[in-house]
């Protein structure tokens, strides 16, 4: 049985996300009714957290920007602590679609973290060049550590189940990437099961997409860097206490 949305909640990593960071928010409490929305203002320099906080979101302020994994652990541990079954990671930039939500929380029926891949047959989301490489070498080994296949192992929009977040709440890496590349790697060494759910991603309503060819040489760079690292660390020390 799939968990129920009161017992869900959707934490939104934010950095400097003043001009979407509200319509995100208005969006998963108008098509995710029950859901609490906590937004991780991950050190801005602007007024994330008070838009976040006027558009009725629950806010937790970092005091300098620690990157995605950095505020996603910090949800974790809210999460843990305020007794929510599953966290989901929905984006403050307004790529990720909140009516996907209720089929990730489906996959959850069977396993401990589903992932919304991008690439899975629904939506015309594309990669080029030396980014889309990596994803996909990282896609073909991940598969084989995870011992599922995956098609899409950066997506950002996940849902988490218990064991899940029991786990991350103590063991989420912080580094570049580590909150994709090295939380599945950490995840298969505790044992924890994962899917993948097809899902359509939007493109962000603000900022800039970084596209050009020196900045997608450098994600391939730091891909295979986050992917070495994750895989030559010694394994946390997990108990079937920590995800029970």
């Not at 990593?13 to 991950?42: F, H, I, M, Q, W």
Request: glycine share 8%.
């Amino acid at each position: 049985m799939p968990p129920s949305l009161e017992r869900t909640l959707i934490v939104m990593p934010a950095y400097n996300e003043e001009a979407s960071v509200a319509s995100v928010v208005a969006e998963v409490r108008e098509k995710l009714p029950g859901t609490a929305c906590l937004v991780v203002d991950d050190g801005s320099l602007d007024a994330t957290a008070e838009r976040a906080a006027e558009a009725g979101a629950l806010v937790a302020r970092l005091p300098f920007n620690m990157g995605v994994g950095g505020a996603m652990r910090l949800g974790f541990q809210y999460a843990l602590t305020n007794g929510y079954d599953v966290v989901v990671q929905i984006d403050a930039d307004g790529q990720h679609d909140p009516a996907g939500v209720p089929a990730l929380l489906e996959a959850l029926a069977d396993s401990d973290i589903a992932i919304g891949a991008r690439f899975s047959g629904e939506g015309a989301y594309a990669v080029r060049g030396p980014r889309k490489w990596a994803m996909r070498l990282l896609s073909v080994v991940l598969s084989r550590i995870t011992g599922t296949q995956l098609n899409d192992t950066t997506s950002g929009f996940k849902a988490n189940g218990p064991r899940a977040v029991a786990l991350f709440a103590r063991a989420y890496p912080a580094e570049y990437l580590g909150d994709t590349v090295e939380a599945l790697v950490i995840a298969a060494r505790a044992r924890l099961t994962v899917s993948q759910v097809p899902v359509s991603m939007r493109p962000r309503t603000t900022g800039t997409p970084s596209h050009n060819p020196f900045k997608s040489a450098v994600y391939l760079a730091r891909a295979f860097l986050a992917l070495v690292v994750a895989v030559i660390r010694p394994r946390a020390a997990i108990t079937e206490t920590t995800i029970a």
